[in-house]
């Protein structure tokens, strides 16, 4: 059996943790390193809490005290690979092109994974979605150009939705514009970033529909959504891949299509009509 990570335990921690804690916690996510050198008082100036809670979260996440969790942190920091040491092991892999076969390999497991969703949760996230007073498509880092694209299409099909792709305190601006009647559609994988809870806080005290698009790694960022659709993203320890995701995505788009479409055709239609006003008749749209 596997041994329970530091991100693991902090991505499952109960819900139940004083603001305080939370915060402290999500300082932690973002700090590993620091915190591998920094005192209590540190860590709780820091943080904006106290000494006492520093060592209060420790227990919370079941360790013995701070070196105990200093030392969690330092085993889950050796395992996580650099992006520049995934793609030298993408690289090392053996075929005629490097990493061209693994890639491939990839591929075809994240199609094959997609096809093996039930039909009642692919009907389940299209209701979600074509039924949402708006839908919220979150993505940080390369998952932020993802998410607004899929956002993008959905604006073209007829449907209110938007990106949300800001980090740090930002994010709050997102957050506020979020509300009852909403789906929140997140693409987030391994680790318990700040705004995935900040995310599924809001989503959970809304009572939202929510769906959560990750990888098949043993870490689930928050385990609080409606939905949860695990994508391989390619090799374990080998660089992230997005294809499969996007392949989901686009099947969601057609899928929504076939069952709006009204919708979809006044929609294009209108679209249609203010690209025509744009350049003219003459490019024949």
Known sequence: MSKITFSDRISTLDAAVSPAESRLIDWFARNRETALHASAADIAAAAGTSDATVIRTARKLGYAGLADLRHAMAEDLRRDLTLADRMASELA???TVPGLQ????ALRTSLDA??????SVVSNIVKYIATARRIHVFGIGPSGFIAGYFAAQLGRLGFDARALSRTGLQFADDLVGIDTGDTVVALAYDRPYPEVRALFDRASRLNLRSLLITSNGPRIPDPRAGILVRV???RTGGFGLHAGTLALLE?????????EPDRTKAALEDL????QALSGAG???
């Open 283 to 285: 490019m024949g749209l």
């Open 272 to 275: 249609n009509a203010s690209r």
């Open 102 to 105: 693994t890639s491939a390999q």
């Open 114 to 119: 997609i096809e093996a969703l039930e039909e």
């Open 93 to 95: 892999q053996p075929g």
């Open 251 to 259: 099947g969601l788009l057609l899928a929504l299509s076939a069952t």
């Open 232 to 234: 391989p993203r390619g």
